[in-house]
């Protein structure tokens, strides 16, 4: 049998895609950036299926790339241009398996799309926590692979504190079954959390067991302007201070977001009065929180840290509000090409980089307009950089000065994107050799002959 029979056994015959014209948006990241090439596209509809597919490539020695939502930032999920990958996508794998409302779990396909998982637990009377913009096509298993934040990581913590068991097929094809709804469980190392942020380089992650929380009885969700940076810090210690765990959203954008998304969108009214910078807030809780809520706003404007606020009256405006967030990424991508930045500092450094780096960028390369918004909450920064659509300046020389700048604050070069394909170079400084000598150790380990999604994480 040749390769690509053998591949067909595996998964049936429907399932493996050899046309370019199919395969094309398989081969492309979500921001049309990179495109790379595949011998084949499958789409695997069991786990016994996947695992037969890895085999199959292994005893071949054809390269896996697992892919998702294909919704990444990272170019983590799409083939290098060698053309000599499969790529695994996971979309028919999704299946919600199990609810368990009075166990707070819920256990799932690795396909499973985000929004339709906090769907189901919604309709239990419980939340799934992770959010984010496009929760609507990011599936579970990318979310895993990439240990995805989001909006609410300040309060409850990334994609890492959501996962209780996994099921991944390793690089032979073996199926591992971890699919333990355990809140203890100390037998021997926890080899899952070895698959979490591994962006599909170590294995397959194709089913998960997931913690739900109770869902809030009651949301609150404010926008306050702001004049200077700084002044959101200050406003994050006192909503903490004010609303405890109540506080499950603080996120910043600059007047430069609002702009943009206007000059797309022009019948829009601007969200308030403007601003220098927005923080958009939000509590949720089992009981009532206007009081609270309110009071602490008040806080804020009477201790001069916010300047303007407008609160949510009902779900339609609270959704307005996030629109302004969340809507970002896309109107960043229809004003160009852009260097992409997913970086952290210390939460109470953001400001002091936030500026330093606009004032290093903006100075050194004219025509580069920096637009550094995201979870401040979290010291997490897109620090991104839109660019002349004439190519005139470097992405990689822009990110060079960047990323030297995140280094003098201690910072990551990547908070929550992960590494992919985009930032892999760059990985060798922000990790000392050491540190780079384990992770190839563990990488050769469990995928020895480098089968793995090559290319990404690793140069
Ligand atoms: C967000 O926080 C996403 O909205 C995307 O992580 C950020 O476009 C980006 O850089
Ligand atoms: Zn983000």
């Given at each position: ?11 049936g ?32 509809a069991?786990?016994?299926e ?7 490539c292994?005893q ?22 060698a053309?000599d ?13 199990d609810l368990?409302a ?8 690795a ?27 990011a ?8 240990n995805a ?22 690089a032979?094809?073996?199926?591992l079954?971890?699919m ?14 070895l698959?979490?942020g591994a ?24 926008l ?11 406003a ?11 506080l499950s ?7 430069r977001?609002v ?39 008040a ?9 303007d ?19 970002i ?8 090409p852009s ?12 400001p ?42 470097p992405?990689?020389d ?12 201690g ?31 563990v ?12 290319g990404?994480?690793?140069?």
């Amino acid at each position: 049998m040749t390769f690509f029979e053998e591949l067909s056994r595996a998964c049936g015959p429907g399932a493996l895609l050899q046309d370019p014209a199919l395969i094309a948006p398989y081969v492309t990241d979500w921001r049309g950036t990179f495109t790379g090439r595949a011998l084949a596209v499958v789409r695997p509809a069991s786990v016994n299926e996947v695992a037969e597919i890895v085999r199959v490539c292994a005893q071949n020695r054809v390269a896996v790339v697992p892919q998702g939502g294909n919704t990444g930032l990272a170019v983590g999920a799409t083939p290098l241009d060698a053309g000599d990958a499969v790529v695994l996508s996971l979309v028919r794998l999704n299946r919600i398996r199990d609810l368990d409302a009075d166990g707070f779990t819920i256990s799932v396909d690795a396909g499973c799309v985000l929004a339709d998982v906090r769907e189901r637990a919604s309709q239990a009377g419980r939340l799934f926590p992770l959010s984010l913009a496009a929760e609507g096509s990011a599936q579970i298993g990318g979310l895993i692979s990439t240990n995805a934040g989001g909006t609410s990581v300040v309060r409850y913590g990334t994609m890492r504190a959501q996962v209780l068991g996994l099921e991944v097929v390793l690089a032979d094809g073996t199926r591992l079954d971890g699919m333990r709804a355990l809140r203890k469980d100390n037998a021997g190392y926890d080899w899952k959390q070895l698959f979490i942020g591994a962006e599909g380089t170590l294995g397959i992650v194709t089913g998960a067991v997931l913690k739900l929380v109770p869902k809030p009885r009651f949301v609150a969700t404010a926008l306050l302007g702001i004049d200077r940076l700084q002044d959101a810090v200050r406003a994050f210690g006192v909503l903490q201070h004010m609303l405890g765990e109540t506080l499950s959203a603080f996120e910043f954008f600059p007047q430069r977001a609002v702009a943009l998304r206007l000059a797309h969108e022009p019948a829009l009214a601007p969200p308030m009065g403007e601003r220098a910078w927005y923080l958009l807030v939000e509590a949720s809780s089992a009981l009532a929180l206007d009081d609270a809520f309110e009071t602490a706003l008040a806080e804020t404007l009477d201790g001069g840290c916010a300047a303007d606020a407008v609160v949510a009256t009902d779900s339609n405006r609270r959704h307005e509000l996030w629109m302004w967030r969340e809507s970002i990424t896309e109107h960043e991508r229809r004003a160009g090409p852009s260097a992409k930045h997913d970086v952290s500092v210390a939460i109470s450094q953001v400001p002091a980089f936030v500026i330093e780096a606009t004032a290093a960028v903006e100075a050194r390369f004219s025509g580069a307009r920096v637009l550094a918004f995201g979870h401040i909450g979290d010291g997490n920064v897109h620090f991104n950089v839109l660019l002349p659509a004439d190519g005139s300046i470097p992405r990689e020389d822009v990110t060079a000065v960047v990323h030297a700048m995140v280094r003098q604050y201690g910072g990551s070069i990547t908070a929550e994107h992960g590494i992919g394909r985009y930032r892999r170079e760059d990985l060798l400084a922000q990790r000392s050799p050491g540190e780079m000598a384990l992770m190839r150790a563990v990488k050769r380990a469990l995928d020895p002959s480098g089968v793995m999604n090559p290319g990404a994480v690793f140069s």
